[in-house]
């Protein structure tokens, strides 16, 4: 079945410092892609969803300015959070869909993001 | 607005017992629904799907799904649990059927296999 990575699997950083996630689809081209975040104990909440060579469309409440998200090609999507503080500290999960496989969505393992 | 519902947040239940964990929807159109599992500090694995078809769905491990249109539900069963079953559960709705259409997820049901 269709894989999706991410890169790192956890990041410890400092406050104040930015921190990039990269999520690759490994054997598929993903049109779209979509960033969560999760706290301890609750659910994944939608932050992004971004298309292949179009801005990024934010959810409600997801500081676009603090959490950049770039999808320069069929393969890759980027999550960068910027001067990163404490209570950015999360789970990342990306995930990713293909026009060949609109009816699934898949999911990578995780970035769990730690800010001091 | 579209929702998700789990209305167990916990379930304990003891090895080889049946379970079900409960999942409701809000929305006004076609959906996809979705139950995912995911094991501590793992990413989640698609248990089940359905899209269209049969109401009944059946996806790995053992767990099963029925779609119910009237009732806007899809609870998750599994007729008996394992330890290994142990893990947190989500129930997830498509709203539409594009390739650029948002999956919302439930708030979760922690699932405790007692030995």
């Known amino acids: 079945g269709a894989v999706v990575s991410q890169h790192p699997s956890w990041v410890i950083c400092k406050s104040g410092t930015s921190v990039k996630i990269e999520c690759r689809s490994l054997d598929f081209q993903a049109t779209t892609m979509f960033w969560y975040r999760q706290f301890p104990k609750q659910s994944l909440m939608l932050m992004a969803t971004?298309?292949?060579?179009?801005?990024?469309?934010?959810e409600q409440g997801v500081e676009k300015d603090k959490f950049l998200i770039n999808h320069a090609s069929l393969t890759l999507s980027t999550l960068t959070v910027t001067s990163a503080h404490p209570e950015d500290s999360s789970f990342y999960i990306c995930?990713?869909?293909?026009?060949?496989?609109?009816?699934?969505?898949?999911f990578g393992p995780g970035t769990r993001l730690l800010v001091l | 607005a579209q929702s998700v519902t789990q209305l167990d947040s916990q379930v304990p239940v003891f090895e080889e017992a049946p379970v079900e964990l409960r999942c409701n929807y809000s929305s006004s159109v076609s959906v996809y629904l979705f139950w995912y599992v995911q094991y501590p500090n793992q990413g989640l694995q698609l248990l089940l799907k359905?899209?269209?078809?049969?109401?009944l769905v059946k996806g790995i491990n053992g767990f099963e799904a029925e779609f119910n249109k009237s009732q806007t539900s899809f609870h998750l069963r599994k007729p008996s649990v394992h330890i290994s079953d142990t893990a947190e559960y989500f129930c997830a709705v498509r709203i539409g059927k594009t390739s650029y259409d948002k999956v919302i997820f439930g708030p979760g049901t922690s699932l405790s296999v007692i030995p």
């Open positions: 995930s990713a869909r293909s026009w060949g496989l609109v009816e699934t969505q898949y």
């Open positions: 359905y899209l269209s078809g049969s109401t």
């Open positions: 971004s298309n292949e060579g179009s801005k990024a469309t934010y």
